[in-house]
């Protein structure tokens, strides 16, 4: 008798709990069995394609990086939608929120994200985030920007995250 497959929703969901694991505790290992080469990553600021494991662990590394700066202590991930475009590709929409202990460091966000299944194996084959002043949590991107481009974009961020103050999840001051 054949097993049941998961749904849509359940592979994004268990996608987000093995690539927040990883990304949580620094398991670049984790974190990479759940790729396929080559993609691309984009956000409003640009797009960095990935082709191989090393490009996958210099996004890594800033991404890791960022959140050791800003004190990122948690990720909060949900599966807002997730749908079959064919028997072996799924499409999905995600949000995540950045946390440190009860304050949000960044607000939810949207996501979309391609999985492939490779050999029974579901991979992400391209992302695309939809990150709110995402200057300054992409500077993996930014290397390709000219230094005096870079640092004008960094500075209007840096002025558009002072104009909003932080929040608390459990309504209280910062």
Known sequence: MKTAQPSARDICEK?????GAALKTGDFELFARCFTYPQELQTFVGRRSLLN???LRDVFGAVRTFYLKNGVTDLSRRCVEA???TPDTIQTVYETRLLSGTTIIREAFPV???LVRIDDEWKIAG?????????????????RLTPKTREALVSNSAKSQE????KHLDGGPD
């Open 112 to 114: 979309f994200s391609t």
């Open 127 to 143: 992302t695309s985030y939809a990150l709110p002043n995402s200057v300054k949590a992409d500077d993996d991107f930014l290397s």
């Open 15 to 19: 996608m987000l709990v093995l690539t």
């Open 53 to 55: 494991e090393n490009d």
């Open 163 to 166: 104009e909003t103050p932080a």
């Open 83 to 85: 749908a079959f475009k």
